[in-house]
């Protein structure tokens, strides 16, 4: 359950942005400061721009719900998928307020973005230092990710590349629900869309998929998501289990390490290491067996 919901106001009170975003742990006196500094919620439709390349950006959103894409274009048109967007995370804070922005974030699904402007925000993080901290940590946070694809498609092979993305998917996607059993999930991706993330064609891409699904790894059938081995799926990803947890860690902060996911994954860690192939398999603790996705 949210914190404070029943004192939030209705939009708010079931908002992913509350547990992970830029007003998680914010309540009371500071969450109606904030509350009255926004400019409003803005709603966007699938494959809709929420900020274009080029265009001057002058708020902050915080991506209460839905998933979007950071991407850049070159010259001849192709497109490089920067990184995925999920629920709480801070799209628009640029290094100087005002600056054009250097790459475009387009709604992969609905989504709803809660905006604040920048010469509000300014003030804001006067009055409310916690609110600044949040979001150099938000920030800190998307360059971890942002290094951790840098690497994987610098570095790694096709299937690895692939594996990658969708365990990184996965795991943060799960991370977002603790305490929910799922061994699958609806990823709004097509395999164009995993291809420009990872420098693949959509051919190559299709080729890989098929061969994750014969080897009993993973299945991804019509936007549905399937984790049939994880600890087969870490091999070919050759992720580390401590960016496991990092994963974890960036999609829910907490205090209390004993009340997230990331804190129960800690703990599976320090046990031994074959336990961090565990860390995935949170979600298959009490139901192995795949659905067909």
Known sequence: M???????????????????GLCS?????????LQRRRSGDRRFKPEQEILPIGQP???IYN???????????????????????LPGAVIGFQSVAGARASYGVQALTEA???????????????????????????????????????TSVGRHSAHQRVAHLILELFVRC????????????????????????VGLSSVHVNRVLRDLRSEGIVELHY???????????????ETDPDLLVNWMNSCRQTDDPGDSIAGGCNATLQKDQAGANRALSIAHETKRSPAVI
């Not at 949210?2 to 992970?20: F, G, H, V, W």
């Open 112 to 150: 709803t973005v809660c905006a604040i402007r920048h010469s509000a925000l300014i003030e804001l993080c006067r009055q409310l230092p916690d609110l600044g901290l949040r979001l150099a940590w938000l920030t800190a946070r998307d360059r971890s990710l942002a290094y951790d694809h840098l």
């Open 223 to 237: 936007r549905r998501l399937s984790i049939l081995n994880p600890d087969k799926l870490m091999e070919v990803a």
């Open 63 to 85: 991506l209460t719900s839905g998933w979007a894409f950071r991407y850049a274009l070159l010259e001849d048109g192709r497109r490089q998928i920067l990184d995925f967007i």
């Open 57 to 59: 950006c002058d708020s």
């Open 174 to 197: 799960r991370a977002q629900w603790p305490g929910e059993q799922i061994n699958d999930m609806h990823l709004p991706l097509t395999q164009e869309h995993v291809g420009d993330a």
């Open 25 to 33: 742990d914010i309540a009371g006196a500071d969450f109606s400061l």
């Open 2 to 20: 949210l914190r404070n919901a029943k004192s939030l106001p209705d939009q708010c009170r079931t908002c992913l942005a509350r547990r992970d």
